[in-house]
């Protein structure tokens, strides 16, 4: 049967393959309905002449219609080419976009099909469509992800490589992951032209204008997924082999930085995250406010935790609307020094828990503020009854360590009889509301112990600060120079050294910002900054003495 229409799109095929054109062959490939008539037509054609139990003709008359190299043999191959192209006719004629699950293993097929083809030298004209399939890819797997009903036949376990993920869970996503990441690696290790992978103009070469493309599919499904550790070689191949990030266009930069952000943020790198946050946050188009919302909450929370608050113009933009109701309350626990407070704020029955819960922020607030709202209460409490020092006398400024326990204990007890719409931290040591209904616990007797608790105490109240307690968290703000002084244990008093000529305040109590900024360089891993050179790593010799000196 004639195949009129197949035959004029394998003609275009094989003209596109000749000049090399990437960007048109993307358009003339497409895999996603609704399609237009003249694909239509080819679709009833390849039915009616090549079916699906028929797969030879298919592929012989591919074989014989495009060029199998360029250049009468002397060329690079297409063949890895031609036989991803007659896996693309076998999905185009037999996908059921109703059925989502054959779908997704049809896409991850044809996917699948294009590596050789990536790494032959038809690389390069293949390379924008692989893109194009790798994004549809991530969008499909992240969607059946949600829909366990419709996957739950296909999950399986499967020991990976790797400590604390061997024997997780292969889903959808992460399997669709590790597909894009081989390609991606095909990007990443390129070797012709230049091996700075920069050409004269200053611009990637080769495959390698890819690399933050497929980067960028890979660390959306690996972050869906939660497998920092897949996300983490991605960062590593980048660091080692990629061209600098400057010269990829700013949508690449701007989506590569957030998930490199997202990733030390995760680490408890959060110098590093906000400096990656913050580039991402001034490269982002205006009118992305979606994309820079995202940015801006990891932004906020890394520098809330090294100390830097978000100002009130900020939360002015249109971006940051109704940021301000969930970061505002934190703040201003942190600042006025109230451990009480800012416990009632992250606790996990909070109506905002979920919403940090959700951005995966909560853990690293409530794990690292601590030390900040210790440092605001030191703080305020030498405002209010430290010694000021006398420079006649040479008697240093000092605040009495008791005071300090006075006052976080008065704002404990304050805590707990405080009114609030959440239950405190404390909450196993309150008395049960009167419309609380008893838990009913029939199989029990009154008199039941567990074997494991035989002889342990009640706990009778929450734990207020003890002076060891105060003294711990005083040494541990010196040590980590948020505290300009030493500790008296015996006289049970913080001094502060080196106020002569200055307040004691700013020098007793640096900015902690600053502290932490002089102390970090701004290098981050992940991010290549600088141009690569052709020799490899450059050792100085200079220096080196003679063997067996």
């Known amino acids: 049967m004639a195949t009129p229409t197949l035959d004029i799109f394998l003609a275009e095929i094989g003209r596109l393959m000749r000049e090399k054109d990437g960007a048109q062959m993307q358009n003339y490939l497409l895999y996603e309905p609704p399609w237009p008539p003249s694909y239509e037509q080819m679709i009833r054609e390849l039915r009616q002449t090549y079916p699906e139990f028929n797969k030879a003709p298919l592929e012989q008359k591919c074989t014989e219609t495009l060029p199998a190299d360029e250049d009468d043999g002397q060329g690079p191959s297409f063949s890895a080419f031609i036989t991803f192209l007659h896996k693309y006719f076998a999905f185009i004629r037999d996908v059921d976009v109703g059925q989502l699950v054959e779908t997704h293993d049809k896409l991850k097929s044809l996917l699948g099909s294009s590596s050789q083809a990536l790494s032959q030298g038809s690389g390069l004209i293949i390379l924008p469509t692989v893109i194009s399939i790798s994004r549809v890819l991530a969008r499909l797997a992240i969607g059946l992800d949600k829909r366990p009903d419709l996957v739950a036949n296909l999950t399986r376990r499967e020991a990976t490589i790797g400590g604390d993920e061997a024997g997780d869970r292969i889903t959808l996503a992460e399997g669709s992951a590790n597909l894009i990441r081989e390609n991606f690696k095909k990007c990443a290790s390129e070797r012709s032209g230049n091996p700075s992978g920069v050409d004269n103009a200053g611009r990637p070469e080769g495959r390698r204008i890819g690399i933050y493309l497929m980067a960028n599919v890979c660390l959306k499904l ?146 690292r503020c601590e030390v900040l709202i210790w440092r605001s209460l030191a703080r305020r409490t030498f405002l209010i009854a430290g010694n000021q020092g006398d420079a006649v006398s040479k008697r240093a400024p000092t605040l009495d360590l008791q005071d300090l ?14 009114k609030s719409e959440v239950v405190g931290t404390n909450s196993l040591f309150l008395p049960t509301p009167a419309d609380t209904p008893p838990v009913e616990e029939e199989h029990l007797s009154d008199d039941y112990v567990d074997p494991d608790l035989v002889g342990c105490e009640e706990p009778s109240g929450p734990d207020l600060p003890t002076m060891e307690t105060v003294e711990a968290m005083i040494a541990s703000l010196v040590a980590q120079d948020f505290l300009h002084g030493f500790v008296s244990h015996g006289q049970k008093r913080f001094a502060i050294t080196g106020a002569k000529t200055s307040s004691p305040v700013q020098v007793g109590f640096p900015n902690i910002w600053r502290t932490i900024s002089a102390k970090t360089d701004n290098e981050v891993p992940g991010w290549v900054t600088k141009d690569r050179r052709t020799g490899g790593t450059v050792i100085h010799m200079s220096g080196a003495r003679a063997a067996g000196s």
Not at 265 to 272: G, I, L, T, V
Not at 342 to 347: D, Q, S, T, V
Not at 405 to 418: D, N, Q, V
């Open 222 to 367: 690996f972050f869906h997924c939660r497998k920092l550790r897949s996300a983490e070689q991605i960062f590593a191949i980048i660091y080692q082999q990629s061209p600098p990030l400057r010269l990829y266009p700013a949508a690449q930069r701007v989506t590569y930085l957030y998930y490199l952000g997202r990733y030390h943020f995760a680490n408890n790198h959060f110098f590093r995250a906000q400096l990656a946050l913050q580039v991402a946050y001034n490269q982002c188009h205006q009118k992305a406010l979606k994309q820079r919302r995202l940015i801006l909450i990891y932004l906020i929370a890394a520098n809330l935790i090294l100390g830097r608050f978000p100002s009130q113009s900020l939360y002015q933009h249109a971006a940051t609307q109704g940021l301000a109701s969930h970061f505002q309350p934190i703040c201003r626990a942190i600042t006025k020094g109230d451990n009480a407070s800012f416990r009632n704020l992250i606790n996990i029955n909070n109506k905002f828990s979920a919403w940090f819960l959700h951005w995966r922020i909560l853990l690293h607030i409530s794990n």
């Open 405 to 418: 326990l006075i006052l976080a204990t008065f704002l404990e007890k304050r805590g707990l009889r405080m």
